[in-house]
């Protein structure tokens, strides 16, 4: 579905775009690194735990200088609004006692070098995002989103609660060239009850797409609302949703998401009333529609529509009636046929989820004790260094000097090394991410199969009622033909009904059709999802271990050249101790037969 | 395959452990054959060391005892008491839980740490011709186990009368300077010496600091170990359950993690070994440098205190002379016993000073090489370690390569 430029360039904009995130976090100072603590790691991969979290799916659009300096800006903000007071404090003594090597041949290694030469189309696109979503379908027309500036604001006073109560208000920006919006840059301000409505809006209209879920609300008390870690996460959250709206063939040219995103001053979605409105309006409702002075049916137009809370009881209650009947095994409606073929490939897809929410879970739990790793690397060479410096300055005999110069040079390749693991991974979360946007996706599937199956119940009602109405008339008819002559009111009764028939027809050819309508949107939707899938995950496989060998080799050649120093140093040593001749026998102590262990033996 | 090839190979000596003298022949000592005996709550560890004279020419017989935790303890307790003033080379600790008494992980910690206890104290000019390391080494069960009884038991009661009035004098001082408070007048004032000890406190800060990183890297890279061998799993059913190319890609990715995950672990199990327990092996050296120091401190106090002992039943002497003549005599015999114990304890204190002199120098030459050592063999594992992440992970590459163009085959062809 998607234009075949993609699968040429994804491959190519891979590899520059790995290239282009390397270098881009390898520019920044070590003071200024975004020094991965657990909080960061949290906000990287977006607000609550991967299982429950409504992780959202696909890729996002290119994005361009505005999102990479945000992304800069996020990551410094985080670093800085983070507790970890002691990451910071770490990283500017390594900067003290250690010199920022030098990046020069930043290019990944040679490998990387062969691979991103492979492919033809170099199409650059800087796709380092806030949202971390490094894999984009390319679009011809661009839609990029980012959400900025978050600010307090106060709600006049209602008169239930006494003061105002105050939220939070974001800066949306987009820039695009789509013809339908019109202008190329523009921002406006929304709070996050306005997403929430953007998103019911996108689910009523866009019944059985796989709409990407938005973030969850959180139902904390105002203290935490406010919080700046709290408020940082859902910035976050926010922006890789919109992404994926924008990354969405279908939702992108949504007027619910251009009224969103360019409708200066209050949003003009109609928002859900809420429920005790409702139930108020059924109520009025019922009781007009149970004594038939209405039509008991569902209007045409009506029933393409799911049944709503509140307002349509009735036909709440005569669909339920409907699903009982149909889980009993009673009288099937017609409209079942591939019903198997589609519960086989759902449970294949249960499968899938629950695999991939291990998969997502362990991801997350490696990438952890990579991090611990890199971070107590960190702690041991300062350590060292600390040595170092300590002997030096108490350096009594040659032999201290000696020590101090073994022991910083150790120190200092260990703070080196503790700084790839850490920045490895920080690539490595980007790439296996995708596990995580994936699994979020499921949840978009799941309601637009539950959208597929309430037009399926839908039609069946309504077929079932039209049935009913059609023996109904039948009836009237054969009664009418047992009596001599003309009864007026049995007359007008058979009229009656044969409108109401009609309508009913028309009903359930409405709902038939969104019915179907439906049910194609599942399949196109799920054939690009298991395309795109496909294709993602072997890119985050792809680039998950190019980062582990790329990273895993610059680590060899630190430490490859300290053994080769100290290898010197150590014959240069032998050479003068045989000649002091001092009262210590020998080079190899004890140690090296501890260290030669079952070797030596 | 890059192969990093251990250094201490080049420094290797010909002849083995130590240069042989002419006078006195060297020994290669090893602590082996870790077993259990004993039943129950009664059961414990038996090592099996082993001792080869080595003279100029040829190698000696070799020697086998069968030691326990228990005896090696002796021995240095023997060595501390009788050569005061060298750091004696430290024991493992004691086993704080007991449940971990008899892991393997355990045991092999402990065997290490006796073998290169026994072999420090063999490269120490003065210690290696202890007689206590003679029975040590070479004592038969039997001969042993009455050794050990009977000097065991005769220790308390072994001391002279004279030692018996240093004992009592010892408590004493240590009483004193408890109830006086941390004002202790009786402390040496020698600058260098204190320089020695400021040092050698803040050294043992540091090392300290060193081992507790060190084996929570031990730590952090097993649980690497674990993560890594449970995201091959997981992402190994994630395979089969996408089949196709794709599949393919996730079970080698879970087949490269598995692999990694067992050379992670091991590489742990070695840092412990060679890295973390030798650092902790230096913080426990640097300990018994302390209580040579606590030595010192005692020596200098018992032989300031004789000294003005001394000195006052001198002046009393005199005080006898002139008032009691008939208790002259026996005063007399005091001062000159006096004198006795208190140059006795001078030239003790001396002792000690001169030789923890030569410990300080010698100890920082085997500091310098031993962590040298240590620190060199840490950066080779982790530079082999690196290089074979690296393989590993690229072994990957061209069967991702092969999925990937099938993947598109598929595309195109469903297109």
Known sequence: ?601 | MVRFFAATQQGSRPGGPQSPTADQPSLSISVTDPVKLGNGVQSYISYRVSTKTINQEDRGPEKIVIRRYSDFVWLHDRLVEKHKGIFIPPLPEKSAVEKFRFSAEFIEVRRRALDGFLKRIASHPQLRSSEDLKNFLTADEEVWAMEKARLQEGSVFKKKPGDFLQMFKEVQTKVTDVVLGKDKPQEESDPEYEKVKHYVDELEDHLSEAQKQSFRLVKRQRELGQALSEFGKAVKSLGNCEGGPLGTAFSELGGQSDVLSVKLQLQAQDLLMNFEEPIKEYVRIIQSIKNVMVDRAQAYRLQKDLSEAFKLKELNLEKLRLVRPDKVAEAELEVREMKVQSDEARARFQDIVRLMAQEMERFQEEKTNDLGTILQEFARAQAQLAADTADAWRTLLPELDKCTSEDVQTLKSSV
Not at chain 1, 508 to 530: C, G
């Open chain 1, 1 to 601: 579905m998607m234009s075949s430029e993609d699968d040429d360039s994804q491959e190519a904009r891979l590899f520059t775009s790995t290239d282009a995130m390397e270098s881009l976090v390898l520019d920044q100072t070590p003071i200024s690194h975004p020094f991965l603590s657990n909080s960061d790691y949290r906000s990287a991969m977006s607000a609550s735990t991967p299982l429950d979290e409504s992780n959202h799916p696909l890729a996002s659009p290119p994005k361009h200088d505005l999102s990479q300096r945000s992304f800069r800006d996020s990551n410094r903000k985080s670093f800085q609004d983070s507790p970890n007071s002691s990451s910071s404090r770490r990283s500017l003594r390594e900067a003290d006692l250690v010199e920022p090597p030098s990046y020069a041949d930043a290019i990944f290694t040679p490998h990387m070098g062969d691979a991103s030469s492979m492919s033809e189309n170099g199409r650059e696109v800087g796709s380092s995002s806030s949202s971390s979503i490094p894999y984009s379908p390319t679009y011809t027309d661009t839609l990029v989103i980012t959400v900025t500036q978050p600010q307090k604001s106060q709600e006049p006073g209602t008169s239930l609660v006494p003061g105002g109560s105050s939220y939070v208000t974001y800066l949306i920006t987009t820039r695009t060239n789509i013809r339908e919006y019109q202008g190329t840059e523009f921002s406006v301000r929304r709070r996050f009850r306005d997403v929430v409505t953007l998103a019911d809006r996108l689910a009523d209209a866009y019944r059985g797409y796989f709409i990407p879920p938005r973030p969850d609300k959180s139902i904390v008390e105002s203290q935490v609302m406010q919080k700046a870690e709290f408020i940082e996460q859902r910035r976050l959250a926010l922006e890789k949703y919109l992404s994926r709206l924008a990354a969405h063939p279908v939702l992108r040219r949504s007027n619910e998401l251009r009224l969103f995103l360019q409708f200066q001053g209050k949003l003009p979605l109609t928002p859900n009333t809420d429920i005790a409105s409702r139930m108020l309006d059924g109520a009025v409702n019922l009781p007009r529609q149970l004594f038939g002075e209405s039509s008991s049916l569902i209007p045409p137009q009506e029933a393409s529509q799911p049944a709503k809370g509140g307002r349509d009881l009735v036909r709440l209650f005569k669909e339920l009636k409907q699903s009982v009947t149909n889980d009993w095994g009673g009288v099937k409606p017609a409209i079942v046929e591939e019903d198997r073929a589609f519960l086989e490939k759902k449970e294949k897809l249960q499968d899938l989820q629950k695999q991939l929410g291990d998969a997502s879970q362990q991801a997350e739990a490696l990438v952890k004790a990579q991090q611990e790793v890199g971070e107590v690397m960190g702690e041991l060479g300062l350590a060292f260094i600390k040595i170092a410096k300590f002997e030096t300055e108490e350096a009594a005999t040659d032999a201290q000097r000696v020590h101090a110069n073994n022991t910083k040079r150790v120190g200092t390749a260990t703070i080196k090394a503790s700084r790839f693991h850490r920045e490895a991974n920080v690539q490595s979360v980007k790439h296996l991410d995708q596990l995580h946007e994936y699994l979020g996706l499921m949840q978009a599937l799941h309601a637009a199969y539950a959208d597929r199956s309430n037009a399926l119940l839908t039609v069946q009602t309504l077929m079932t009622d039209l049935e009913a109405n059609k023996l109904k008339v039948e009836k009237l008819h054969q009664a009418a033909s047992k009596f001599f002559g003309v009864d007026k009111n049995r007359e007008r009764k058979i009229e009656e009904l044969k409108e109401v028939v009609k309508v009913n027809e028309a009903a359930r050819d409405s709902a038939q059709q969104e019915y179907d309508r439906i049910k194609e949107r599942n399949r196109t939707e799920l054939e690009r999802l298991e395309k795109d899938r496909r294709k993602d995950f072997l890119n985050m496989i792809r680039g998950f271990v190019m980062t582990q060998v790329g990273y895993a080799e610059k680590i060899s050649n630190v430490w490859a050249s300290v053994v080769e120093e100290s290898a010197n140093g150590l014959s240069g040593k032998s050479l003068d101790t045989t000649s002091s001749g001092s009262s210590t026998p020998n080079c190899l102590g004890p140690v090296q037969w501890m260290i030669a262990g079952p070797r030596g033996i």
